[in-house]
C-alpha cells in the first residue's frame, strides 16, 4: 500500500529528463509536497477554480445592463439571475460538498491511497494529450449517462431533474446538481486520469480545465472569445449549445463536445431550438 507522505527521490530541479516542465515540477513536488499529495488537493482545484471562473459571469449578472458591452452577449437577455437565485444555488453546493463530498473523499483516501509523486515530469505532449484524452472519455460518459436520465422519467426526477430548475443557465449552476449526480462526476474526473495513466500534473490541469468549461458552457453568455469559436468546424458546443439543452431538455446532451450529439443525432443549434417543442 502507497505511503501517500513517501517521495520518490530525484536531485532537486533535475534537468537530466530534457523536459520543459521538469524544474516546475521539481519545485511543486519538493516545496510543496505537503499539500499536492493530500487527497484533498483535487477537491481544493475544483472549488477554486468554480469560484474563480463564476465570479466575472456572476459580476456581469448583477451589473447587467450598466455593463452594455458584456450584457449584449447574454443569450437570454430577458432572464437575469437574482442575487437570491445565485446564493440558493451556492448554498446547496456548500451543502453537498460538506455533507457528501468531502466524507467519501475521506473514505476513498483511506481505500485507495495516493501514490509517491513522480520524480519526473510529463512532456508538453503527454500533458496536453491526456487532458485532451481525460476531457474525451468524459465527455463520451457524461454523455451516455445523461441521456440514459433524461430518457428514464424516474432517474430524470429522482436524479437530474434538480439541475433544470434553471432553464436559463448561469454560471454557478454547473454545479446545482443532485447528489448521485455530483459524486458520479468527482468519480469520473478523479478516476479517468488513473484509467488512462496520468501524471499528476496531467490530472490537476484536466481538473482546471474541465472546470473552466463548464463554467463557461453554464455562463450564459455567448462571449466572442469563448471556446467554441475557437475550437474548429463546430466540434465544441459551448455555451450556446448547452443554453438550449436548458430549454429544450431532449437535445445536446454533451457536456463539452459535439460529435456525440452529431453522431446520435440529438443535436440542435440555437438557430433551430425555436421550431422544437421545450419538452
Not at 481538473?207 to 473552466?212: D, N, P, Q
Not at 463536445?257 to 431550438?273: E, M, Q
Request: proline share 9%; charged share 10%; aromatic share 16%.
Amino acid at each position: 500500500m502507497w505511503n501517500k507522505s513517501e517521495l520518490l527521490p530525484a536531485p532537486p530541479f533535475s534537468s537530466s529528463s530534457g523536459l520543459i516542465l521538469q524544474p516546475f515540477w521539481d519545485y511543486i513536488r519538493l516545496q510543496h509536497h505537503s499539500t499536492v499529495s493530500s487527497p484533498f488537493f483535487p477537491l481544493l482545484i475544483t472549488l477554486s477554480g468554480y469560484f474563480f471562473f463564476s465570479l466575472p459571469f456572476l459580476t456581469i449578472d448583477l451589473l447587467g445592463k450598466k455593463l452594455p458591452s458584456f450584457h449584449q452577449y447574454k443569450i437570454q437577455q430577458a432572464k437575469q439571475p437574482t442575487l437570491q437565485e445565485m446564493a440558493t444555488c451556492l448554498w446547496r453546493v456548500l451543502y453537498q460538498y460538506v455533507v457528501f463530498v468531502i466524507p467519501a473523499m475521506v473514505i476513498n483516501s483511506f481505500l485507495m491511497p495516493s501514490p509517491p509523486l513522480r520524480a519526473t515530469a510529463p512532456s508538453v505532449l503527454e500533458l496536453g494529450s491526456g487532458v485532451l484524452g481525460c476531457l474525451l472519455l468524459f465527455d463520451f460518459q457524461y454523455y451516455v449517462w445523461h441521456v440514459v436520465h433524461h430518457r428514464h422519467r424516474y432517474l430524470y426526477r429522482c436524479v437530474h431533474a434538480l439541475h433544470h430548475d434553471v432553464t436559463a443557465p448561469f454560471a454557478l449552476v454547473t454545479q446545482y446538481l443532485g447528489t448521485p449526480e455530483l459524486l458520479t462526476i468527482g468519480f469520473w474526473s478523479n478516476s479517468n486520469p488513473l484509467l488512462l495513466g496520468c501524471h499528476p500534473l496531467t490530472s490537476w490541469l484536466f481538473t482546471l480545465v474541465s472546470t473552466w468549461m463548464s463554467v463557461e458552457d453554464h455562463s450564459g453568455y455567448d462571449m466572442p472569445w469563448a471556446l467554441h469559436h475557437i475550437v474548429p468546424w463546430g466540434l465544441y458546443g459551448g455555451a450556446p449549445a448547452h443554453d438550449v439543452h436548458h430549454q429544450k431538455p431532449h437535445a445536446n446532451f454533451a457536456p463539452f463536445f459535439s460529435h456525440w450529439d452529431k453522431v446520435f443525432g440529438t443535436a440542435i443549434s440555437a438557430d433551430a431550438a425555436s421550431s422544437f417543442p421545450d419538452k
